[in-house]
């Protein structure tokens, strides 16, 4: 398989991940989906949604299945850009899943 060649969001986020201590696995397979990040130690996906975000209708759709079939806990989707930003929403979704 030839190396994926991660968007500059993505290897920001990896960065912030690796900075917070978390250990992920990147374009991880859920078939028939791949999600950006997964960090199986706490069972929350992570995509990079970018700017503009995904199709909404089609990434609920999709996270729903997750959640379901997959078991997974917790979805959170980043549009920041930046390394401060990202930092703050990566905080955001780990402190609403130590709140539950």
């Not at 990896?14 to 990147?26: I, P």
């Not at 706490?42 to 990079?48: D, G, L, P, W």
């Not at 949604?49 to 609920?60: A, E």
Request: charged share 30%; net charge negative; with cysteine.
């Amino acid at each position: 398989m030839l190396p994926k060649d991660y968007t500059v969001q993505e290897t920001t986020i990896a960065k912030c991940l690796s900075e917070l201590g978390m250990r992920y696995e990147q374009q991880y397979a859920f078939y028939p989906y791949t999600v950006d990040f997964w960090l199986a130690d706490i069972s929350m996906v992570i995509e990079a949604d970018g700017v503009y975000g995904h199709l909404r209708k089609r990434d609920i759709r999709r996270d729903s299945e997750l959640m379901d079939r997959y078991g997974v806990e917790y979805i959170l989707h980043i549009q920041e850009l930046n390394k401060g930003e990202i930092k703050e929403r990566l905080w955001q979704g780990l402190n609403k899943l130590i709140k539950r």
